[in-house]
């Protein structure tokens, strides 16, 4: 079955990016996207090491680009995927009444050895990591999806 799904971390350009490119790739009859619950990056695209990081292994995002998530997304996926608990929180702090979009961790959709968050790269320098995550979580979404 397709489906639509929304990635959502703080900046938009080390993991959200990174769980769009690695997942449209093993899902490709998917609309998949992703945002940034700050403005901070609006319209850059992903970091530069996480794109390097991710090119080693043969997944490519230089042409996705940050954006806000706002509101207005909660209407247009079926599900809505988080990074960590403090950006699920800003996402549900704007959810329209009425909406009953989900909204779950993307750690949730891997096994109990992977934490409750994905690690910020941004800050770790663990590009390598962060994507080995990804993948694992990105793989348990599409099974259960
Ligand atoms: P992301 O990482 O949320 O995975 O895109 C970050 C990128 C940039 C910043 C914070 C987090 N920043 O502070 O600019």
Request: proline share 0%.
């Given at each position: 079955m397709s489906k639509r799904i929304l990635f959502v971390c703080l900046?938009?350009?080390?993991r959200s990016p990174s769980a769009h490119a690695v997942t449209r790739r093993l899902a490709p009859g998917w609309e998949i996207d992703s945002a940034g619950t700050s403005d901070w990056h609006v319209g850059e695209p992903p970091y530069g090491p996480m794109q390097q990081a991710a090119r080693a292994r043969g997944i490519e995002m230089g042409d996705l680009r940050a954006r806000q998530f706002h509101a207005g997304d909660f209407g247009r996926f079926d599900l809505i995927v988080a990074m960590d608990a403090d950006n699920l929180a800003r996402i549900e702090a704007l959810r329209p009444a009425g909406s009953t979009t989900p909204v779950r961790l993307f750690t949730g959709f891997a096994g109990p050895d992977a934490g409750d968050h994905v690690p910020d790269p941004y800050y770790t320098r663990d590009f390598d990591g962060c994507l080995d995550l990804i993948e694992i979580c990105a793989k348990g979404l599409i099974e259960t999806a």
């Open positions: 900046g938009n350009i080390c």
